[in-house]
């Protein structure tokens, strides 16, 4: 096992940082941790069972706590959290960026908010209470309020005069944004085009008003979409009025990005992203519960459908033996669909004018699949039991649980979405129920039909 | 169904797109188009069918071929490639970025590549073939070798001066580098610190020399960890010598996690994330009857495992009705557990320091569930079957298997990551092989020795 991910740095960190921790000697371990940017430790906590993870965090230098905290899952976080006094808990985040503070203050007692809301300036508490105003997984809790902006009658050298004496600029500030005096937002200037046109240049004549700005109200997802389509490493954030109030940048986005993509994955599974890898037994037990039951309720479905045919398997007991080849391959190619299904939904590249062509495609290849696989497991059968009318059910059933795949893998996703779901987590369990149901019916139907004399 | 993803705009165009092109006026649709970026492009053509494809395709200004050949995924862009002529493809592509030709490079004809070599001066010449030097997949491949460089020896005043004369900066630069009189890698100067600073300063005194430069070898994966880790925008990439080869750029970044993202959601269905979602029936059915072939398979090997128990199942017919749901619900419980763990392997956080704590706290949450889940089910057969030892023999059966499908869910994917696969693809595979198998053998195993009397 020792051989395991050598090639991979956090693992490698993982390892030294375990072995010092079995070793007992803390120094080292305080040494290697505080290498380490805010976003790797955080990662590193996460792949500690929670005794080692306690030792670890009491550690990290009180300077890196707060950004630590913005990197962890929400159910490591709550454990991190629980492990501080409000005292240390004020300290790590009062000088947060506001947009990582909102992120964090739901997560954060009562208590803890409020003081850290009075140890603020009035500006930054208004912004702080600003960005908490929006919805959670909108434009207006991402962005950061804080942000550069000039007036259009001026010139690169006052600008430049301006900055000078302003001192340095927001993390990632690559446009100052210009606006009115009514602090409408008009366009934006790159810090590239100040540096390379002459101080006498005018402000109307850098500004590049081409790029939209992102409304308040957006979804994360659409600023995410936003984001990769057109390349942007920043964007300003507005109002209905088309006032400036502030402005999101990549390495949000790249988290929302991440987060999409764990989430898809996770919820396949019937799982949270947030979930801890070493999330308590108790709390693991409960939440996979929920999902179990479901699945169970879903098991006795396809049971029911046996149990009609109780008659016809007790006279030819291989179709117990076969019946779930027939189910599970019918799953197995339901999922392909349904994997391409969810992409194109998520992208939104389906909708009502192409999926009747998407319907026709994949029946054509389920058909298509289920003579190819179905010769092949008749061949099989055939070798096997010495019954060739048996082969023969199996094979057309086969093909008319592929078929039964196709549209389901099509259609239950488009369904799911519509009604509100998320089509990664409602739609496997749906579609396989269909192609379990559908596979023990044609299965189990063509035989008490064919073979029963 | 019309009513599906209204909210959505790629949607929305779409539907906009197709009306115009089923009323068979193409001047609205060409104005349409125009209108997107080449990322909005390229994802309108990936929703359309192959022969709807090719007519927006030949609407799309010729100005942003090459960029909307960048954005698509590798089996579009073939189809989009072969309908154009060699002319067309030319002078698509060689106004393109160095990174973005390099990525391009494989699709084209050779006679193409040749051609825009030539058609290229020296110094980018050299720089394309040093790019593709670079095996696919590494930091190599990645990088711009378009950077803007200064010496220590300067101050603020004359990079200015000489940015001024140098006119436009490469997109995304937000870094100057600073090398030696070797080209070597000394540190970074943001763009803000050149317009926040006296411009008598020198270059040395602003100098960030903390950012360690990425070696050009590091994988794509690795890169992407980096930045998202550290919050970068840019990074220079140099080579064994620290020699300043060039630089990546978050844009490039956000493209390999959405890649990462969709290989691991489309490889757990056994499908590649370049598939196209209208692919040609065929092409589909070859790639697709792979994946189900090896499905095929493992379906027998579980099946046979039912082959032994025949005359167990003659005797007591319920238990082919039942045997599906032990079988099942194992997978469900063990795809949970992959899920976390190939989460936690990709993350790097999972290495022998901590496998067995994982072991153990999955098979206390299969133990519980088996006992919760089974006592649930036990219930349920016990009022279907008034048969309180068959109801004592699926419970037992279920936990069992709950439990192999802990082990496997742990085991599977670190010995597969091991062997050098990838877990997503083909961990899902055996552990569902493992639960039917022992899904099978635990409960007509269990059924032989205590209802047969």
Do not use: C
Request: hydrophobic fraction near 45%; avoid cysteine.
């Amino acid at each position: 096992m020792a051989e395991i991910l050598r090639h991979d740095k956090t693992a490698r960190q993982l390892r030294l940082l375990s072995d010092a921790l079995d070793s007992g000697r803390l120094g080292p371990v305080r040494r290697l941790v505080n290498t380490l940017s805010p976003a790797e430790i955080g990662n590193l906590l996460e792949s500690l069972p929670p005794p080692k993870r306690s030792v670890v965090w009491g550690l990290v230098d009180p300077e890196d706590d707060g950004e630590v905290l913005v990197h962890v899952g929400e159910e490591v976080r709550e454990g991190l959290i629980a492990d501080m006094d409000p005292d240390e808990l004020v300290a790590a985040v009062e000088d947060l960026d506001i947009d990582d503070l909102a992120d964090l203050a739901e997560d954060l007692p009562d208590t803890v908010v409020d003081e850290v809301l009075k140890s603020m300036d009035r500006e930054n508490r208004e912004r702080l209470e600003q960005v908490l105003s929006y919805e959670e997984d909108t434009a207006g809790r991402l962005m950061n309020p804080d942000v550069v902006t000039v007036r259009t009658d001026t010139t690169v050298d006052v600008v430049l005069r301006f900055l000078r004496l302003r001192g340095e600029l927001p993390e990632h500030t690559d446009h100052l944004y210009v606006v009115s005096k009514r602090h409408q937002y008009l366009g934006r200037i790159a810090l590239q085009a100040l540096l390379t046109h002459d101080s006498n240049t005018s402000v109307n004549e850098l500004m590049d008003d081409e790029q939209p700005a992102i409304d308040v109200h957006e979804t994360s997802d659409e600023v995410a979409r936003q984001f990769s389509d057109h390349d942007w490493i920043s964007a300003p954030v507005v109002d209905d009025n088309n006032i400036l109030l502030g402005r999101i940048t990549i390495d949000d986005v790249v988290d929302i990005i991440r987060n999409q993509a764990e989430h898809q994955a996770m919820s396949a599974a019937g799982l949270d992203e947030e979930e801890d890898l070493f999330s308590p037994v108790r709390r693991a037990f409960r939440r996979r519960m929920l999902w179990l039951t479901i699945n169970l309720g879903t098991a006795f479905l396809a049971s029911s459908v046996v149990g009609q045919f109780q008659g016809t398997i007790a006279h030819l007991v291989s179709l117990a033996v076969l019946m779930p080849i027939v189910a599970g391959m019918g799953g197995n190619s339901g999922t392909q669909v349904l994997a391409l299904m969810v992409r194109g939904l998520a992208l939104g590249q389906i909708g009502p004018s192409n999926v009747m062509t998407l319907v026709w495609k994949e029946v054509r290849i389920a058909i298509i699949n289920g003579i190819g696989i179905g010769l092949l497991l008749a061949l099989i059968v055939l070798l096997w039991f010495h019954d060739p009318m048996l082969a023969f059910v199996i094979a057309l059933a086969l093909t008319i649980n592929f078929t039964a795949a196709a549209l389901g893998g099509v259609f239950v996703p488009v369904m799911v979405k519509r009604m509100g779901f998320d089509p990664a987590l409602a739609g496997g369990v749906i579609l396989t129920t269909i192609t379990d149901v559908m596979g023990f019916l044609s299965f189990l139907g063509l035989a008490t039909l064919l073979l029963m004399r």
